[in-house]
């Protein structure tokens, strides 16, 4: 794995924090719209990680989505993370958003959680990757999520869905200015997708 990482000097580390940061400032975009309120956004972070080291030690939060990303290659996954009460608060401003309608989203059925958080990541797996289409010439198609919102078993949901044993991770959080609705995004991408882009923006 070391020597994947020592590949990438600094000038391909900045490039791939700058394909974050542009799919990163698009889901800021979205969620703003949701919450009717500004998003700040992390510088992203890139890393290195194997399978065990991601699900013990990145995984602080509680609720989570999973996708592949046809288009690219089928080893590039997303994973999409918040605490369960942030997602709450995301849900709540998202139907009061598109439907005009004030709820409590704790108090809904386990179906209707589940719906409404798709419907949510669904839209921030589309905000991504329509910047990362218009940056590269793409036509991606994300898969429908697959979410874990009920069971708890973060963890493990994650780990037997993630197909690179081995992989580089770019990270990018994001906050609410207001509410301080927090969450992160996981662009995990397989190598020959990452020389796919060195090669779109003539890094070699």
Known sequence: MMG??????EIKSSALKELANIGISHVATAIGEIA?????????????????EFVNTKLQ????????VEGISELTE?????QKQDAYELMNKFVNTYQDTAIDSTKL???????????????????????????????????????NFENGQLHDFICKRMR???????????VAEHSKIKGEVF???DLNTINMFFNAIGVT
Do not use: H, W
Request: proline fraction near 3%; charge should be negative.
């Open 4 to 9: 994947l990482m020592d590949s990438f000097d």
């Open 164 to 174: 690179n044993d081995e992989a580089v991770s770019i990270k990018a959080s994001f």
């Open 61 to 68: 939060q509680q609720v989570g989505a999973y996708f592949t």
């Open 109 to 147: 059925s386990s179906d209707e959680k589940e719906s409404i958080f798709l419907e949510i990541t669904t839209v921030i797996s589309a905000a991504y990757f329509s910047a990362v289409d218009a940056m590269f010439n793409l036509k991606t198609n994300c898969g429908i999520p697959v979410i």
């Open 78 to 82: 997303t994973i999409i993370l918040f």
């Open 36 to 52: 009717r309120e500004r998003i700040s956004i992390s510088v992203p972070e890139f890393n290195t990680f194997t399978k065990k």
């Open 187 to 189: 662009l995990i991408p």
